[in-house]
């Protein structure tokens, strides 16, 4: 069974950083791909950056390109999201996915 664990988040001020991280159990093998979404209020919930089992990465929105960035430790068995420049909009609980389960979430506030 597949469980992933969600840290790193908080409140933080305009333009500051927060890197989440998720540490995944269960797993066989370092060949899947990891994912992290984030829900805003009344919002959907959003596909924000994708990582595959070799490392191609890739952020969808783009509100966040070049602010956000994914990375992944297999020996770690974590995965990553860097969050720099940090905006209002950027408030949300953020999740970590792997297929078909999902973290606890983790909330990240920005706000001065």
């Known amino acids: 069974q597949v469980q992933l664990v969600e840290s790193g988040g908080g409140l933080v001020q305009p333009g500051g950083s927060l890197r989440l991280s998720c540490v995944a159990t269960?797993?066989?093998?370092?060949?899947?791909?990891l994912n992290w979404y984030r829900q805003a209020p009344g919002k959907r919930r959003e596909l924000v950056a994708t990582?595959?089992?070799?490392?191609?990465?890739?952020i969808v929105p783009n509100d966040v390109k070049g602010r956000f960035s994914i990375s992944r430790d297999d020996a770690k068995n974590t995965v990553y999201l860097q969050m720099d420049n940090l905006k209002t909009d950027d408030t949300a609980v953020y999740y970590c996915?792997?297929?078909?389960?999902w973290g606890q979430g983790t909330q990240v506030t920005v706000s001065s």
């Open positions: 990582i595959s089992g070799t490392g191609v990465s890739r």
């Open positions: 269960g797993l066989t093998n370092g060949n899947y791909r």
């Open positions: 996915n792997q297929a078909d389960s």
